[in-house]
């Protein structure tokens, strides 16, 4: 047998499907949550859509996803899949090591390896670590609240996305960030705000790793420390659309009992940024039960006999949106570890991609899980791997 396994190639671009939407659907959401290295699994996801006609007209993303969100937004469809890849292939260019050994216990010791090399040098076009460490720097300076440096991410995304398209509202775009000072959650959203770079790595500036950013007379730090999972957003502004939404989590938050110190730091992890997606479904489906008894009673009483604020919710209630969700979560490897959002090698993320690739098209296999109904429905939810288990 083989000593070596040899990693395998992004998938192909196959020829690409005419723009369409699925019977019932007038609006398609893909919703992307953070996850760092983990982020591939978006792009390869992306690739499969894109292959098969179906054009989001909504990106809403946190951290990793508001930068993938933005590169899709950013480019018009011919280009988004060539810069997805020039992103990922580039932040992920420095090598690791010459070959993979075979076996989960060579490929733990390579991805550990990888992640060393990340905390140590940063990842190109990506961040780098600063000079001196925030424990060594003195009070107020500039270095002295975070290990790393983020401006290189700021050159990579002028070069990577044409701004001028990302705020024409061709595609809406929103990106999730927390207020530093006053800890409350906000979304930078190109029908609201003109997006510049910082708002981008504002989304993606966790902490201590990276620092706030600056916008205006305000600081932001990572979306994910408040909400991992922009769909909310997603939904607080369907308005009357019929919404097909690709829901892409990073992190599970079904999981197995772990059996050893890494087992639960990479559990918690998971349960940290799964981030109430589940929570949230189930908010708007009780929501959207609750607008239906009311429209049904509000259906009995004589039309004269209710009040201005009476006939303005009956009306809203009679354009109530309908939404499919397909949710679209990464399952981790065997050899993967609580380091797998900053393992940043050329072979994780290809591998990654590939997942994200493959998960899409058995999920599009399901024609049914596509179509948005009509009537009291309100939120259906679908998962391949469940369907799978």
């Known amino acids: 047998m083989d000593a ?21 659907c007038d609006h398609i959401a893909l919703v992307l949550q953070g996850g760092g290295a983990l982020g591939a699994y978006q792009a390869g996801i992306y690739q499969a859509l894109h292959e098969a006609g179906l054009r989001p007209d909504t990106v809403a993303g946190v951290s990793i996803g508001g930068i993938n969100a933005a590169i899709i ?6 280009r988004r899949v060539e810069r997805l890849r020039a992103f990922w292939e580039g932040i992920t260019a420095r090598p690791v090591s010459l070959f993979s050994w075979d076996g989960d216990a060579f490929r733990k010791a390579t991805n550990a390896w990888s992640a060393f090399l990340t905390t140590a040098l940063g990842q190109p076009g990506f961040f780098t670590p600063n000079k001196t460490s925030p424990w060594l720097s003195p009070r107020g300076s500039k270095t002295a609240t975070a290990f790393y440096d983020s401006r290189p991410l700021r050159e990579t995304l002028l070069q990577l996305i044409d701004f001028d398209l990302l705020n024409s509202g061709a595609v809406r775009y929103a990106a999730g960030a927390v207020n530093v000072l006053s800890g409350n959650f906000a979304y930078f959203d190109t029908t609201e705000t003109q997006i510049i770079p910082e708002h981008i790595m504002a989304s993606g500036a966790l ?20 909400s991992n999972t922009p769909l909310q957003h997603v939904l607080d502004n369907a308005a009357c659309a019929h919404m097909l939404i690709f829901q892409v989590d990073l992190f599970s938050a079904r999981g197995v009992l772990p059996r050893d110190m890494d087992d639960v730091l990479a559990r918690q992890k998971d349960i940290q940024y799964s981030s109430r997606t589940r929570l949230v479904t189930d908010y708007f489906r009780e929501k959207h039960d609750r607008d239906v008894m009311v429209k049904k009673l509000l259906a009995k009483i004589p039309h004269d006999q209710l009040d201005d604020a009476e006939r303005a919710l009956k009306i ?55 179509r948005v109904s009509e009537g009291q429905n309100g939120l259906n939810v679908h998962d391949i791997h469940r369907v799978d288990d």
């Open 4 to 24: 070596f396994k040899s990693s395998p190639p992004l998938p192909p671009l196959q020829p690409v499907h005419k723009p369409w939407k699925p019977p019932g």
């Open 73 to 78: 937004a950013g480019n018009r469809p011919e």
């Open 207 to 226: 902490p201590p790793a990276f620092p706030a950013t600056e916008i205006g007379t305000d600081y932001y730090w990572d979306g994910g420390l408040v």
């Open 316 to 370: 809203q209630l009679e354009r109530m949106p309908q939404a499919t969700i397909l949710e679209m979560i990464y399952q981790q490897a065997a050899y993967e570890t609580q380091a797998k959002d900053y393992e940043f090698s050329a072979s994780s993320m290809r591998e990654h991609w590939n997942s994200g690739y493959q998960d899409t098209i058995r999920t599009l296999r399901h024609r049914d899980w596509l």
